[in-house]
C-alpha cells in the first residue's frame, strides 16, 4: 500500500475549486471586512483601528487569494488520488492531513451523483459514495466515469450478503 | 445454515435483496429459471399474498395505563394552578366558611384531574383503533396515526434488535414496551410498541428472528411467509431448533454447565405442556423474599433455567427471578422463544465491585464532593463571619475556636459523610439496574436482561454484532477485571407517540454490556459461549514504535495538558500580578505584604498542582505508550488503546465500513500513521483510533483491508 492510487480527477476539477475557493474567500472577506469598512466610512474617530483593520483584512484576502490560485490548487490537485477497482475504492487526498481510504463496494449503500452549478458549467459530476458509517466524495469524475462508480456499486451491492 | 433438506422445501440459492433504501417494501425477485415453483407465485403477487396477514393489537392497557401514567401529573399541574386562586375567590364571596372552601376547590382539583386523565384516555382509545402491527411477507408493519397516518415498514432481515421495556407499572400489569431498532442513521427510528402483552412480545420476538433467519437461508419473502402460516405456533420452535442446529455449538473448552438441551417434547401445534417444573418452589421464594403474593394467572417458570445450573448467581438473582415469574394481571402464558445455549451472570463479588466502582458512582462521588467542600466553606465562613459580628463574649470565644484545624475538621466530616451517602446511593442504584442481569445465547441472538424494578431485555441477532469490546476502568485493570460488551447499530430514539407521557425513554446504547464485570482471563471463554462464530484469538502484534512515547508526551503533557495550561495561566497571572504596584493594593485597602504572601501562596500551590497533573499525565503517556497497539488476522482488527484505563476493540473484517489511514506532516516525519477503524456502530457511525501506529504497519492493514476476492464475506 505504499504507492499511491493511479488515476487523478479530472483536470478541469482546478477551476471548479479556484472558483469556488475564490467565492467562499470572497464571502468570508466581505463578512469580516464589512465591520471595519462600514466604521471607516461612518466616523473618523474609528480610524485608529478600522484603517490597519481594513488594510489587514485586503492584504489578508490578496495573499490568500493568490496562495489558494497558485499553489493550494495544484496541491490539491496532485495529491487526489483514487482508484476504482473492481471490488474496492481507494481514495488518498490531503494537503497537510493525508488519508488513505478503503471502502469496499459491498458496503456501499448507495452511490449519489450531484452536479452544482459550476460542476455542470464543466461538464463534471460530483459522486457521493455512502456506506453505514458515512460517505466520501469524488468531487470531480466525467458523465461516464460517474455512471461507472455507480454502476459497480450496485452490482456488488447485490452480492453482499448482509447489510451492516 | 439450513440445508436444503429443510422440511422439504426448495431453498433457492442465496437470494440477493435489492439495496433498498430504508423502509421501502421488498419486492418479490424477478423469478429466477432454476425455481420454477416459485415462478407462479411471484407472477400474481396479488394471490400469492395469503390473506393470513393478521391485524394485531395492542394490549387494552395501552388506553387506560396511559391516563393512569397522566395523573400525577394532572394532579399536580391542578393543585397548582387551581387550589389558590379557587380558595382566594370563594373567600372574598365571604359566603362559605374558609375550611370549606378549601374543600370545595380540592374537590374541584380532583374533578379537574378526572377530566384531564379521562381526555387522555379518550384520545388513547381513539388512537388505539388504528394502531395495528403486521407480518407481511418481506417486512414488518406498523401503523398509527389519527390524522397523521404512519406506516412504518422494516425489512425482517434490516432488524438490528428487538427490545423488551418493562416499567414497574407495565411489570404489574403485565405488558411491556417492544422496540424493534432498525440498520442506523439519526433520521432512523426505532419502532415503539407500548403496552404489548408479555405474551405478545415474546412472540414477536421470536417471530421476528425466525422469519429472518429462513430469510437468511435463501428463501424468498413470500416463501417465508407461506411457510409460517403453515407451521403452527407449536412448530415453528422445532423449525427453528432445526435451523439453529446449523449454528456451530460452543467448543468443548466451554463449561458445560450453563447448556441446555433444547425443549424436545412440543408435538402438539399451538398447545405448550406446562413445564415440569413444580410451582411450589416459587411461591416459597417469593414468600422468603417479601415480595406480594403471587397473582391468580398461573405463574411458569422458564423450563430452561433451573436455579442450580445456573452458571453464576448473586444475592439479587432471586428476587429478580421471583419479579420476572410474576407476568402480571395479563401477562398471559409464556412463551417459549427457543433454547438457550449458553447463559453467564453476575456473581456476589462481581455484582458488589461491579456497583462499587461504577463509572457513574465514581463521578457521582466526585461531583458530591466538590459540592460539599463548597458548601462546607461557605457554611463554615457564614459561622465566622457571623460571629464577628456579635459582640458577646461566648460567641466570640466560639469563634476564635473556629480555627483553622477546627474548620478542617468540619469539612472533612461533611465531605466524608456526603461521599458515604452518595456512593450508598449510586451503589443501590446500580444493584437494582445490575440486578438479574443475565446474558444468553438463544438460538441466534444474544439476549441481555436486566433491572429488578424495571426490566430491560435486549435480543441481538449475531450477525450484527459490529465489534466486540472489552474496556478497563482503572479499578478493574488493579483487580483484574473488565467490562464485556457487543457493539451494535442503534437507530434513533424512537419516535414519541403523539399523546404519550415520556415514560419509557431511554435511549438505545451502541454497546451491549453483556458482562459488566468480568474477570479477564474469562473473556474468551464467555464470547465462545455467547458468540461460538466469534473465535478471536487475534492479537495486537503491532506495538507502536518508540517515536510514538515521545509523541505521546508531547502530546499529553502539553497540547492537552492540563497542567501545562494551568502552569501558563498561573505564570501569566503572576506576571500580570507583579505589576502592580503597592499603590494600587493600598488604594484598594489592602496591606501590600498579606497580598504579596496570599499571591505567593496561591501561585506556588498552583504550580504544585500543576506538577501532580503533569506527573499524571506523562505517566499516563507512558503507560498508553506501552500498552497500545493494534493487530489483525484473517477475520478480526484489534486496536488496544491503553493508559490508566484500556480498552480492545475487536472489529470483524465484514463489518469494517471504511478503513482509514491519517497522517499529518508530524506523523510523515516521524514516521508514523493514525489507523483508524470506521464501523456503523451506534446512530451512524463510529471510529474506532489509535494515534501512531507505524506507517509499515498501518500501511500493511490497510492492504489487508482491501477486499480478496477469493474470499465471500
Redesign the interface.
Known amino acids: 500500500m505504499k504507492e499511491l492510487p493511479p488515476n487523478q480527477l479530472d483536470p478541469k476539477i482546478k477551476a471548479v475549486w479556484r472558483i469556488s475557493d475564490a467565492v467562499v474567500l470572497t464571502i468570508i472577506f466581505v463578512c469580516i471586512g464589512l465591520v471595519g469598512f462600514i466604521a471607516f466610512l461612518a466616523s473618523e474617530d474609528t480610524r485608529f483601528w478600522s484603517l490597519p483593520y481594513c488594510i489587514v483584512c485586503i492584504v489578508l484576502y490578496v495573499v490568500l487569494m493568490v496562495l489558494f490560485m497558485t499553489v493550494v490548487t495544484p496541491v490539491r490537485y496532485a495529491r487526489w488520488r483514487y482508484e476504482l477497482s473492481h471490488d474496492f475504492l481507494d481514495i488518498a487526498n490531503g494537503i497537510l492531513w493525508r488519508k488513505r481510504f478503503i471502502v469496499p463496494f459491498i458496503r456501499v449503500q448507495n452511490t449519489d451523483t450531484k452536479q452544482g452549478p459550476i460542476l455542470r458549467a464543466f461538464g463534471l459530476a460530483s459522486v457521493t459514495v455512502s456506506t453505514a458509517a458515512g460517505s466520501l466524495e469524488i468531487p470531480g469524475l466525467s458523465a461516464e466515469e460517474a455512471d461507472q462508480v455507480r454502476d459497480k456499486a450496485a452490482e456488488l451491492a447485490r452480492i453482499a450478503k448482509e447489510d451492516v | 445454515m439450513v440445508g436444503p433438506d429443510y422440511q422439504g422445501t426448495p431453498v433457492q440459492p442465496?437470494d440477493?435483496q435489492?439495496?433498498s433504501?430504508q423502509g421501502a417494501p421488498v419486492q418479490p425477485e424477478p423469478p429466477q429459471p432454476a425455481s420454477a415453483q416459485s415462478a407462479p407465485a411471484q407472477s400474481s403477487p396479488a394471490q400469492s399474498v395469503p390473506a393470513t396477514v393478521e391485524r394485531h393489537k395492542l394490549h387494552h392497557s395501552f388506553i387506560w395505563l396511559q391516563g393512569i401514567n397522566v395523573i400525577p401529573l394532572a394532579l399536580v399541574v391542578s393543585v397548582v394552578s387551581l387550589v389558590p386562586p379557587l380558595t382566594a375567590i370563594l373567600n372574598d364571596t365571604g359566603v362559605l366558611p374558609p375550611a370549606s372552601a378549601t374543600a370545595i376547590s380540592l374537590v374541584l382539583t380532583i374533578i379537574t384531574t378526572l377530566v384531564l386523565c379521562g381526555i387522555t384516555i379518550a384520545i388513547s382509545a381513539v388512537s388505539y383503533r388504528y394502531i395495528w402491527y403486521e407480518f407481511t411477507p418481506g417486512e414488518f408493519s406498523f401503523y398509527s396515526g389519527i390524522f397523521n397516518k404512519k406506516h412504518a415498514h422494516v425489512p425482517y432481515?434490516?432488524i438490528?434488535s428487538v427490545n423488551q421495556k418493562t416499567s414497574l407499572i407495565q411489570r404489574l400489569v403485565g405488558v411491556c414496551s417492544v422496540e424493534i431498532d432498525t440498520?442506523?442513521g439519526s433520521s432512523n427510528t426505532a419502532i415503539s410498541l407500548r403496552s404489548v402483552q408479555r405474551e405478545e412480545a415474546e412472540r414477536i420476538r421470536r417471530e421476528i428472528f425466525l422469519r429472518k433467519k429462513l430469510l437468511?437461508s435463501g428463501m424468498t419473502a413470500q416463501e417465508v411467509h407461506a411457510e409460517m402460516a403453515r407451521l403452527g405456533d407449536g412448530v415453528r420452535l422445532q423449525a427453528e431448533a432445526l435451523i439453529n442446529a446449523g449454528v456451530p455449538v460452543p467448543p468443548a473448552g466451554v463449561p458445560s454447565s450453563g447448556a441446555y438441551p433444547p425443549p424436545a417434547s412440543y408435538s402438539s401445534p399451538g398447545t405448550y405442556p406446562p413445564p415440569a417444573v413444580p410451582a411450589q418452589p416459587v411461591a416459597q421464594t417469593s414468600v422468603a423474599a417479601g415480595a406480594p403474593a403471587a397473582p391468580a394467572q398461573p405463574t411458569m417458570q422458564s423450563p430452561a433455567v433451573p436455579a442450580a445450573a445456573a452458571p453464576a448467581s448473586n444475592v439479587l438473582d432471586m428476587p429478580a427471578e421471583v419479579a420476572s415469574d410474576m407476568r402480571g394481571i395479563f401477562g398471559g402464558l409464556e412463551v417459549e422463544t427457543g433454547a438457550v445455549t449458553y447463559e453467564i451472570g453476575l456473581n456476589n463479588k462481581e455484582l458488589f465491585l461491579a456497583a462499587l466502582t461504577g463509572k457513574t458512582s465514581f463521578a457521582l462521588v466526585l461531583a458530591g464532593v466538590v459540592v460539599s467542600i463548597f458548601s462546607a466553606i461557605s457554611l463554615v465562613i457564614d459561622l465566622r463571619i457571623v460571629s464577628d459580628g456579635m459582640v458577646d463574649a461566648a460567641t466570640h470565644a466560639m469563634a476564635s475556636a473556629l480555627s483553622v484545624p477546627f474548620v478542617m475538621l468540619i469539612v472533612g466530616i461533611i465531605v466524608l459523610v456526603s461521599i458515604v451517602i452518595i456512593w450508598a446511593a449510586s451503589f443501590l442504584g446500580t444493584c437494582l439496574y445490575y440486578g438479574g442481569f443475565k446474558a444468553c445465547r438463544r438460538g441466534n441472538r444474544v439476549e441481555v436482561g436486566q433491572g429488578i424494578i424495571s426490566h430491560n431485555l435486549t435480543g441481538m441477532d449475531i450477525?450484527?454484532i459490529?465489534s466486540i469490546t472489552v474496556t478497563q476502568s482503572f479499578f478493574q485493570r488493579l483487580l483484574g477485571y473488565c467490562t464485556l460488551s457487543y457493539g451494535r447499530?442503534t437507530a434513533g430514539t424512537p419516535e414519541e407517540n403523539e399523546y404519550s407521557t415520556a415514560s419509557t425513554q431511554t435511549t438505545a446504547q451502541d454497546k451491549l454490556v453483556v458482562h459488566p464485570f468480568l474477570k479477564l482471563d474469562r473473556v474468551d471463554e464467555v464470547v465462545a459461549g455467547l458468540t461460538p462464530e466469534h473465535q478471536i484469538e487475534v492479537k495486537p502484534d503491532f506495538p507502536l514504535p518508540k517515536k510514538a512515547c515521545r509523541r505521546a508526551l508531547i502530546r499529553r503533557v502539553i497540547l492537552q495538558g492540563f497542567g501545562f495550561w494551568l502552569a501558563v495561566m498561573v505564570s501569566l497571572f503572576w506576571l500580570g500580578v507583579s505589576v502592580v504596584d503597592d499603590a494600587t493594593w493600598i488604594e484598594a485597602g489592602l496591606a501590600p505584604a498579606a497580598v504579596d504572601t496570599g499571591i505567593t501562596i496561591a501561585v506556588v500551590s498552583l504550580y504544585a498542582l500543576c506538577v501532580v497533573s503533569v506527573i499524571f499525565e506523562a505517566i499516563g503517556a507512558l503507560q498508553w505508550y506501552k500498552m497500545s497497539g493494534f493487530g489483525f488476522n484473517n477475520r478480526y482488527v484489534v486496536l488496544v488503546n491503553g493508559g490508566y484505563s484500556r480498552s480492545i476493540v475487536v472489529v470483524p473484517r465484514n463489518?469494517?465500513?471504511?478503513?482509514?489511514?491519517?497522517?499529518?506532516?508530524l506523523q510523515?516525519a516521524a514516521d508514523v500513521a493514525t489507523v483508524v477503524v470506521?464501523?456503523?456502530?451506534g446512530t451512524?457511525?463510529?471510529r474506532e483510533t489509535l494515534i501512531d501506529a507505524a506507517n509499515d504497519d498501518a500501511?500493511?492493514w490497510?492492504?489487508w483491508?482491501?477486499?480478496r476476492?477469493s474470499q465471500?464475506?
Open positions: 442465496a440477493p435489492p439495496a433504501s432481515q434490516r438490528q440498520a442506523g437468511d450477525d450484527r459490529q447499530v463489518k469494517i465500513q471504511i478503513s482509514c489511514v491519517q497522517r499529518n506532516p510523515r470506521i464501523t456503523a456502530q451512524s457511525a463510529k500501511q500493511r490497510l492492504a483491508a482491501i477486499p476476492t465471500t464475506n
